[in-house]
């Protein structure tokens, strides 16, 4: 056997592997959360009650996918005119020089740093902030959390979308150039339609990152198990149960996690689903 085919069965059976895995996470989700679904149906899904106590035990993960949804869907909105912004810079205007590797070199830092870290910081130093300001009585809340969300998704989609940016062909930008565009006429007319799938896609990249950020948002959301009734309001998102929860549950409460798990699992691969069809959209 030469070394070709070697390579080749080895690549085959990484993506098997890769296969086995993810048939295995939802598999071991799926069995485990059995006994929660028997329970409460597709009712769960949409039911607001949790409520632990011994006798009355009610569970239901309404809240907790508002919450995620919610913490995630603004984190991103705060995310993109800065991720967009950057990319711009890095990918057209500034492609060379110390000011740009800096700022490259910051980036790849800011996506380095652990997720814990940033929570630290948010406890710390933007809380009391929002506390100051007002906004929420004790810094904490749905607002709070996707402030540093956003802080941290940032890096993925600039990267993503810098790289994107500075591939697009330059026969394409000389040739709106010499028919007399502007530099603002060839970023929106040549740039953005020719890497927005690119683009895009970083900013989907973020958004998976987003819903599954645990640490940094179960130090800063409130950890309240009631539907927010807006982004200044307490709230906590599916991972952020989870690790509060998971390590003294048992029984009923034990399977209502690993159910909230299981759809969390297929929230993500919805976005992730629905962005590679818009991808497909955009690049057609």
Known sequence: MNSEK???????????????????????????????????GFGFIFSSDWNPTEGRESYGALPFIIGT????ILALLITFPFAFSISLFLGEYFKHGKLPSFLRSVIDL??????V??????????????????????GFGIF???????????????SLGSEVISMVPGSLKEAAYSLGATRFEVVRNVIIPNAGSGIFAGYILALGRAIG?????????????????GIFDLGNTMASLIA?????????????????GLILFIITGIVNLLGKLIMKKLSA
């Open 69 to 72: 949804l919610m913490t995630s």
């Open 144 to 158: 709070t959390s996707s402030i540093v969300l956003a802080i941290m998704i940032i890096p993925y989609a600039s």
């Open 6 to 40: 070697i390579f080749k069965y080895l690549l085959a059976s990484s993506g098997i592997l890769i296969v086995l895995i993810a048939v295995g996470i939802v598999a071991t989700l799926f069995v485990g959360s059995i006994p929660s679904f028997k329970e409460y």
């Open 110 to 115: 800011l996506a380095g740093i652990p997720s």
């Open 213 to 229: 950020e645990t640490m940094a948002v179960t130090m800063l959301i409130g950890n309240s198990n009631k539907i927010p009734a």
């Open 244 to 260: 509060n929860q998971f390590g003294e549950a048992e029984g009923l409460k034990y399977t209502s996690l690993v159910e909230i």
């Open 117 to 138: 870290v940033y929570g630290l910081w948010g406890f710390y130093a933007l809380r009391p902030l929002i506390s100051e300001l007002g906004i929420n009585a004790q």
